[in-house]
């Protein structure tokens, strides 16, 4: 056995040089990519110091403790019973404008991906464009692709309906994409599935996992988090099959990360809980009585949580925190998406036959795209790619 | 000559060319110094400490998964996990070692997943290169994949890493004894299945 050490250096492996050099390009790729770290001049810190002030002042008086909730200092359980508060009463919100545009054109800029019983369409300023029959969808990355379930199979589709690569796989449904384009997760039926990115090596990552869509954690591109059937939470690494976090949850219907991927909300029609997964802490997500969670949805930076909400016939849509809905109306109001300048909501109205476009920041303005024809729903917005 | 071929030949034919920086060889400068112009921005200094550290820390990934495009990717993740530290890595440890450590345990959950799971089902797509060489030294990776992963790290660390049954121990966070077990069992083993 003396020689074993020269033995295992000597072994042939595959693919060894191409492999090293794959490696090579990544790395530097990354090292190119990364930011370099600068000392800051003492006139860039005036502004974090004048902030450290301010909070202490917040600290240290009562009308400051205010301040700090403005702020978000309170946390996500001080927002969130703001929210409730202000979500008990209807409050007058604009009056939905129909988009001048026809033929289901965006009247915003980027693309609204759709999804639903009809198919799957992409949705920009020169129309609606067909990706095919595909009731669930999700971008990639870089809005290149999109991944697609529906007819027993999973595929990657370009925005004009492609197929680049297809896999068949019984009961496919809620794809998501992760945040480095790697690897694709999806259901197959009770399993919790990943793929490559381009197609390959497909394999299961969990059995018995509840009917969900599993949600990639920003900054971390290989952590899943997905929803047991026994539930429980979880966040396993999408290589190893390591589990990095669980929390027990009962029943769940949505997973979503904010996009520094520190809170992960866990919610049902009936309320639910925001996890600091670094902290190892939380807030309760409460309703009012008779309301219940039809869609939520993180803002593209920041900690800003919008809800679509419904109660006794009407529907809405409110941000965490902020006093009054965005928007209130008769009907259901599901599919919320952020776009990705983080100013306008998207949602699907059935009861409207329309998708709705709700400004978050500034003048409140709402405008609305009809769906096909007026039949109903056509699909919930599946996410807004790609602006400037 | 498909691309990747193509990068290949590039590879191999640029693999005499040694970087240098501010006229010194960069093989020439400790790991510490390389880490220290890596963290100013050098891309020739990532270049150089991946020449140095890939060749054994993809040959550890793949001994313990024998996987090729798992081995792959763990070895690549490990750098790509270095180098979002870099900035916070004290310069007066060695990097091998972190690297090695990064490596092994991700291959050990890997290959302890694996075996916890069924892995694609036939008509699932083919994997991204062909998992194990076809002839050479077949006998001793039966062997070596007849262990345990635990088992399979610990004698890649100590036979082809060259580590020491105390590093060994640190790096994988066991007693030093389990470590020595581990390493004594393992090559009984191998020893039993090469004899046969």
Redesign the interface.
């Known amino acids: ?1 003396s020689d ?2 020269r ?22 790729a ?3 990519a ?1 930011p ?2 600068r000392r800051r001049p003492l006139r860039a810190l005036a502004a974090p110091l004048a902030a450290a002030l301010l909070l202490l002042v917040c600290a240290l008086t009562a009308p400051g403790q205010a301040v700090a909730e403005w702020l978000g200092v309170g946390g996500p359980a001080r927002a969130v019973r703001d929210l409730v508060r202000d979500v008990v009463q209807p409050v007058p919100t604009p009056r939905p404008v129909p988009a001048h545009a026809a033929g289901g054109a965006l009247p915003l800029g980027g693309r609204l991906l759709v999804a639903g019983a009809r198919g799957a369409w992409v949705l920009d300023r020169a129309g609606a464009h067909r990706l095919g029959a595909w009731p669930a969808a999700t971008w990639s990355p870089r809005g290149v692709y999109v991944a697609v379930t529906g007819g027993g199979a999973l595929a990657a589709v370009d925005p004009a309906g492609r197929v680049h ?1 297809r ?2 796989r019984a009961h496919a449904a809620d794809p998501r994409w992760a945040p480095d384009g790697t690897h694709v997760a999806y259901r197959s039926g009770r399993e919790l599935r990943v ?2 990115g381009n ?8 059995r018995r996992a509840a009917p969900v869509a599993p949600a990639w954690q920003p900054g971390a591109p ?1 952590a899943l988090a997905w929803a047991g059937r026994d539930g429980v939470v979880r966040i396993t ?1 999408a ?4 589990e990095l976090w669980h929390a027990r949850g009962g029943h769940v219907t949505v997973l979503a990360w904010s996009a520094d991927g520190r809170r992960l909300l866990a919610a049902s029609p009936r309320g639910g809980r925001v996890h600091d997964v670094s902290a190892h802490r939380g807030a309760a997500l409460r309703l009012a009585r008779g309301q219940r969670l039809e869609s939520a949805a993180w803002a593209p930076a920041g900690h800003v949580l919008a809800l679509a909400t419904r109660s006794r016939g009407r529907a809405q849509i409110a941000l965490v925190g902020r006093r009054g809905p965005l928007f209130s109306a008769a009907g259901r109001l599901t599919g919320l998406v952020w776009s990705p300048d983080g100013r306008w909501l998207a949602a699907d109205w059935p009861t409207a036959s329309q998708w709705l476009l709700v400004r978050a920041r500034g003048r409140p303005r709402v405008e609305t795209v009809a769906t096909t024809r007026g039949r109903g729903a056509a699909g919930r917005p599946q996410g807004w790619c790609c602006v400037g | 000559v498909s691309t990747e071929e193509l990068a290949v030949q590039e590879a191999v034919a640029t693999a005499g060319r040694v970087p240098r920086t501010g006229g010194r060889l960069l093989s020439r400068r400790s790991d510490a110094a390389l880490v220290r112009a890596a963290q100013r921005g050098s891309a020739d200094a990532v270049e150089e400490l991946f020449r140095r550290h890939w060749p054994g820390a993809h040959r550890a990934a793949w001994l313990v998964v024998h996987d090729a495009a798992a081995a792959e990717d763990i070895a690549q993740e490990a750098f790509l996990s270095a180098l979002r530290a870099l900035h916070r890595f004290d310069r007066r440890r060695p990097l091998a070692p972190w690297l090695h450590r990064i490596v092994v345990n991700r291959a050990i959950d890997f290959a302890r997943a694996r075996a916890l799971r069924r892995e694609a089902a036939a008509d699932a797509a083919e994997p991204v290169a062909p998992d194990a060489p076809s002839a050479l030294d077949d006998e001793l990776l039966a062997a070596l994949a007849a262990l345990g992963p635990e088992q399979r790290a610990v004698v890649v660390l100590r036979h082809l890493l060259g580590y020491a049954p105390g590093e060994i121990a640190a790096m994988l966070g066991l007693p030093r004894g389990t470590v020595n077990s581990r390493i004594r069992r393992g090559l009984d083993a191998l020893a039993e299945a090469l004899e046969r």
């Not at chain 1, 595959?14 to 530097?28: D, F, H, K, Q, Y």
């Not at chain 1, 197609?199 to 969990?206: E, F, I, P, S, V």
């Not at chain 1, 290589?239 to 390591?242: A, E």
Request: net charge positive; no cysteine; charged share 30%.
């Open positions: 056995m074993l050490g033995r295992l250096r000597q072994l042939p492996l595959p693919g060894e040089a191409a492999a090293r050099e794959r490696a090579r390009r990544t790395v530097l990354a090292h190119a990364r370099v770290a690569w896999l068949a793929v490559y197609g390959t090596h497909d394999r299961l990552l969990a290989h690494d290589d190893t099959g390591r």
